[in-house]
């Protein structure tokens, strides 16, 4: 797949130290609460509703925990009032980053995200510095183990995927976001399980960094995930094989 980026598969396995670190379950319960208040509490209705709960079940987030976050989105119990913001930059070696956030104080949220920035050696951009490298796609990683690149690419091309591709021991699927449902349900179908799935923005070209602006960069994004407001981040980079073994290692 052009344009894909090695941050993809270092935040699908990074998923699993933030459930350590407590932060994973509220920043989904957010993005719940924003969904259902921009959309509605029908998750058959409201899409964008439906990725933030199944994101939120396959992080084995409770039942109740669920439906309280929809119930505060809806208006049915009361809670924070969050907003969408987007902020854009440039890491090391020029690479694009796009932070998605939801905040309830937007201003204490820019002076964070432009100090986590500069220090890493970044800096904060305009509005639409780098949203334009992205495009919107639905994107998949399922470990090699699961199945064969020939049956995995047969079965997601028939569900209306783009692409598969391997990347070292998974697989990634991309498809436009229409398409989705139809590719996670053949997933089901099929006994395989995603590592992570989800709608993301997919960077349509890369910047290849050496060792030493592999490792600034990847502090930098390992900084903007650990403040609280940050619900994704993704940048346009691929890093040196050595590197890419050592953070897998980590």
């Given at each position: 797949m052009a344009g894909h980026s090695h941050w993809a598969n270092i935040s699908a396995k990074k998923g699993v130290v933030d459930k350590k670190?407590?932060?994973?379950?509220?920043?989904?319960?957010?993005?719940?609460?924003?969904?259902a208040r921009v959309g509605g509490g029908d998750p058959v209705m409201n899409l964008r509703l439906r990725y933030a709960i199944d994101k939120a079940k396959a992080a084995s987030m409770p039942k109740d925990t669920i439906e309280r976050a929809i119930k505060k989105g809806?208006?049915?119990l009361e809670g924070e009032s969050y907003e969408d913001v987007i902020y854009e930059g440039y890491?090391?070696?020029?690479?694009?980053?796009?932070?998605?956030?939801?905040?309830?104080?937007?201003?204490?949220?820019?002076?964070?995200?432009r100090k986590i920035f500069e220090v890493h050696g970044g800096n904060l951009g305009s509005t639409n510095c780098v949203a334009w490298m992205f495009e919107r796609?639905?994107?998949?990683?399922?470990?090699?183990?699961q199945v064969s690149e020939d049956r995995l690419f047969e079965m997601a091309l028939e569900a209306g995927a783009d692409d598969v591709k391997q990347d070292g021991e998974s697989f990634t699927?991309?498809?436009?976001?229409?398409?989705?449902?139809?590719?996670?349900?053949?997933?089901?179908?099929?006994?395989?399980?995603?590592?992570?799935?989800?709608?993301?923005?997919?960077?349509?070209?890369?910047?290849?960094?050496?060792?030493?602006?592999?490792?600034?960069?990847?502090?930098?994004?390992?900084?903007?995930?650990?403040?609280?407001?940050?619900?994704?981040?993704?940048?346009?980079?691929?890093?040196?094989?050595?590197?890419l073994a050592e953070v897998g290692e980590g």
């Open positions: 670190r407590g932060k994973l379950f509220g920043k989904l319960s957010r993005a719940i609460i924003v969904a809806t208006g049915d890491g090391p070696g020029g690479v694009a980053v796009l932070c998605d956030l939801l905040t309830d104080n937007r201003n204490r949220t820019a002076g964070e995200i796609k639905g994107v998949f990683s399922i470990p090699a183990a699927v991309t498809c436009s976001t229409d398409a989705f449902t139809a590719v996670s349900e053949a997933l089901g179908k099929a006994g395989i399980t995603p590592d992570s799935a989800d709608v993301a923005r997919v960077p349509q070209s890369t910047v290849d960094l050496d060792i030493d602006d592999g490792r600034r960069m990847l502090e930098l994004l390992e900084a903007l995930e650990e403040q609280d407001d940050v619900q994704t981040v993704i940048a346009n980079f691929n890093i040196p094989d050595e590197l």
